[in-house]
């Protein structure tokens, strides 16, 4: 019989996900969140497959046991003041939002892009998009413009930045 202590660890232990780079075999379970969660905005299996290969190390996917859970893409570009990051996409299956999923993912980017020496990364939202203007701002990312009518149904974007 475990002790509590032991049976306590268990279960805080079952609430992390792990983080790692994609793998080809992932892009069907991926291509089921990004429909689930962006509906008409998903993008396809063709744009999926090329930011495996172009991303490397920065498509990244959270897993919980062998599950796929959600995934995030960032993306390294040449700038004026040097090389700076985007954060392409990021999505978590619903059946595990508020889980911690993306926070285990922008942790990780974060991490990864600072050991390449990237001093800043940027993104784009949906003006209406509450929930992730709220993940974005615990992570301190500052408002830098709104881009009218940015999106596909004619939303507007927000233009965030965060330096590392
Ligand atoms: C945005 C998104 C990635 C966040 O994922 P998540 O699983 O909720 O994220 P986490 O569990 O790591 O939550 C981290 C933070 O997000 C915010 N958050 C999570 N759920 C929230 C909710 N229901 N309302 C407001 N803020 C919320 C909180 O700040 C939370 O921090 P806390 O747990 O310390 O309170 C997720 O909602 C999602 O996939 N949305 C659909 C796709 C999308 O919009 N992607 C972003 C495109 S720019």
Known sequence: MPSKCA????NKMDKRFAVRRVRQRDLDRILEIEAASFGA????RNLFAEYTRK??????????????????????SPGRTGNRAELVSLAVDPAFLGKGAA???????????RRRGIARIGLMVKVTNQRARAFYEKYGFRKLRRVARYYEDGADGL?????L
């Open 7 to 10: 049976k306590l660890k268990d």
């Open 55 to 76: 991303c490397g190390g920065l498509f990244l996917v959270a897993e919980r046991g062998t599950k796929v859970c959600a995934y995030s893409i960032a993306a390294i």
């Open 159 to 163: 233009s965030l930045a965060k330096d």
């Open 103 to 113: 926070s285990a993912l922008m942790d990780s980017t974060l991490r990864r892009l």
């Open 41 to 44: 905005d998903a993008y396809d």
